[in-house]
Nanobody, 129 residues
Framework: QVQLVESGGGLVQAGGSLRLSCAAS????????MGWFRQAPGKERDFVAA????????GYADSVKGRFTISRDNAKNALYLQMVTLKPEDTAVYYC??????????????????????WGQGTQVTVSA
């Protein structure tokens, strides 16, 4: 099992930047593909970005492509989401999530929220106009 704790959210003006972090417990972090999702008030949880076990493969939602960068540091059991050129529509609670994939292809990651078995508690990101 893995436990996830997000941090780094806050209030930022449009055009600004934030870096979210997700700390993972356990000694098998490198066997998990990871993802970031977000949920705005009254809306469903949406895929933001995902990364393979090694970090060699990544994927992004069209709405954040070119502005957000997902990365991971397996030595530190950490996941990151660098967000630049933030827009008011990026306002949401951001969640990190893990899918245990020790036997999947090394490039595996998924935008499918239902595949993820572990979730953090979320961190609020608010972008003012």
């Amino acid at each position: 099992q893995v436990q996830l704790v997000e941090s780094g959210g806050g209030l930022v003006q449009a055009g600004g930047s934030l870096r979210l972090s997700c700390a993972a417990s356990g000694r098998t972090y490198s066997t998990y593909a990871m993802g970031w999702f977000r949920q705005a008030p009254g809306k469903e949880r949406d895929f933001v970005a995902a990364i393979s076990r090694s970090g060699g493969s990544t994927g992004y939602a069209d709405s954040v492509k070119g502005r957000f960068t997902i990365s991971r540091d397996n030595a530190k059991n950490a996941l990151y989401l660098q967000m630049v050129t933030l827009k008011p529509e990026d306002t949401a609670v951001y969640y990190c999530a893990a899918v245990h994939a020790p036997f999947r292809d090394g490039n595996y990651y998924t935008p499918d929220a239902s595949a993820y078995g572990y979730w953090g508690q979320g961190t609020q990101v608010t972008v003012s106009a």
